[in-house]
T-cell receptor, first 114, second 114 residues
Framework: SQTIHQWPATLVQPVGSPLSLECTVEGTSNPNLYWYRQAAGRGLQLLFYSVGIGQISSEVPQNLSASRPQDRQFILSSKKLLLSDSGFYLC?????????????FGNGTRLTVT | AQSVTQPDIHITVSEGASLELRCNYSYGATPYLFWYVQSPGQGLQLLLKYFSGDTLVQGIKGFEAEFKRSQSSFNLRKPSVHWSDAAEYFCAVHGSSNTGKLIFGQGTTLQVKP
């Protein structure tokens, strides 16, 4: 069966520091991958998605970037964090070859920028 | 553009009472619809999904949802709520069958009174 791993679970970083959040999927090949952010008291905002290695689509202009160096690895990065980057970051995957495949989420990373 | 509206930000019900969480969507074609549940500090778990066919779909944990095209609604129901159902619930619609990205509502927080 497929599993998704996200780390770290929690992170406290000072303003201006770099960021790297990692997500890996096991048990499937060529998944579609997604990064969502959930700010306090708000819904989920899609940040990036990827339909293949090296293919990244950005949904919202911001201080963040994403990369997919391997088929089942998705990384969210920032060179300099802002206070507004605080939030709950969720990685998700779905089967690329099934049109109605739902998204499956990791357990998330709680990022606090101080 | 596709969108999802969850009119109720917060709902409180007594344990054992019935529950209905509202969801309205805006989508040009036949939508793929989903309900997810999120416990505090956790990722999202898929409760149920609708693609086509029977408009009443059954999910996990005793939940069901009914698709009503004429009302552009996909309301979530449960006949008898348990204290463990207290969580945040998200309705979502497929934004694109090619990319699989989901558009989420703002969520409804469910509180269960003993």
């Amino acid at each position: 069966s497929q599993t998704i791993h996200q780390w770290p679970a929690t992170l406290v970083q000072p303003v201006g520091s770099p960021l790297s959040l990692e997500c890996t999927v096991e048990g499937t090949s060529n998944p579609n991958l997604y990064w969502y952010r959930q700010a306090a008291g708000r819904g989920l905002q899609l940040l990036f998605y990827s339909v293949g290695i090296g293919q990244i689509s950005s949904e919202v202009p911001q201080n963040l970037s994403a990369s997919r160096p391997q088929d089942r690895q998705f990384i969210l990065s920032s060179k300099k964090l802002l206070l507004s980057d605080s939030g709950f970051y969720l990685c998700a995957w779905r089967l690329a070859d099934r049109e109605n495949s739902p998204l499956h989420f990791g357990n998330g990373t709680r990022l606090t920028v101080t | 553009a596709q969108s999802v509206t969850q009119p109720d930000i917060h709902i409180t019900v007594s344990e054992g009472a019935s529950l209905e969480l509202r969801c309205n969507y805006s989508y040009g074609a036949t939508p793929y619809l989903f309900w997810y549940v999120q416990s505090p500090g956790q990722g999202l778990q898929l409760l149920l999904k609708y693609f086509s066919g029977d408009t009443l779909v059954q999910g996990i944990k005793g939940f069901e949802a009914e698709f009503k095209r004429s009302q552009s609604s996909f309301n979530l129901r449960k006949p008898s709520v348990h204290w463990s159902d207290a969580a945040e619930y998200f309705c979502a619609v497929h934004g694109s069958s090619n990319t699989g990205k989901l558009i989420f509502g703002q969520g409804t927080t469910l509180q269960v009174k003993p």
